[in-house]
């Protein structure tokens, strides 16, 4: 059998796509360089020109995905912190990012090892970016309210929990909806009834 020419113009990236497909598929135990490999049809040795080994893949896939959620957050942010429809927007965003990136959902939050500290004291250099984002933002919409740090910590983790749950299902393959999330999004986030 004739290998097919190595034309890949960012093989990094695409071993990167090709390998979180093959978690999602297989899991993390079945995941090999040479499996992604044989999957984008290069050479056994041409990962190693970017990644060491098995788990400096599975660190770059979780970097590369959390780099793009990240970057979706923070312009949501950038438009709308301090808006009467910033919570709106940012569940909007988030639960978005996944529904169009379902395999990226199952990824970090089953198969990766990201750390999120709930805590409302936690450090936001060492927790989950895209938490530690969310966190300060609803912080600062709480910050004239008469709230107390443990009902503060209450709400982060309820409207947390709400988001993720809809994203789950979202994403879920054995879940039936018949409309599409993305176009109920509005009218499932402001059910929750966020007012501050």
């Known amino acids: 059998m004739e290998k097919r020419p190595y034309h890949h113009k960012n093989l990094k990236n695409d071993l990167i796509e090709k390998g979180i497909e093959l978690v999602n598929e297989n899991g993390i135990n079945q995941l090999s360089l040479r499996k992604v490999a044989q999957a984008c049809s290069v050479s ?33 942010v950038s438009k709308y912190s301090g808006t009467p429809d910033f919570l709106l927007e940012f569940g909007k965003a988030y639960i978005s990012f996944f529904i169009s990136h ?42 004239g309210t008469n709230m107390t740090q443990s009902k503060k910590e209450d709400l982060i983790i309820a409207l947390f929990a709400y988001v993720q749950g809809l994203t789950a299902l979202a994403t879920m393959k054995n879940v039936h909806y018949s409309l599409k999330w993305k176009d109920k999004l509005a009218d499932l986030i402001e059910i929750f009834g966020c007012e501050f």
Request: aromatic letters at 14%.
């Open 44 to 76: 056994h040795a041409a990962p190693y020109s970017h990644f060491s080994n098995k788990d400096e893949l599975l660190q770059e896939m979780q970097l590369h995905i959390t780099k793009q959620f990240t970057a979706v957050l923070q312009d949501t």
């Open 102 to 143: 379902p395999q990226y959902f199952n990824f970090l939050f089953q198969q990766g090892n990201i750390q999120i500290d709930l805590d409302i004291g936690s450090d936001k250099e060492s927790n989950y970016q895209p938490f530690a984002i969310y966190k300060e933002q609803v912080l600062e919409l709480l910050a």
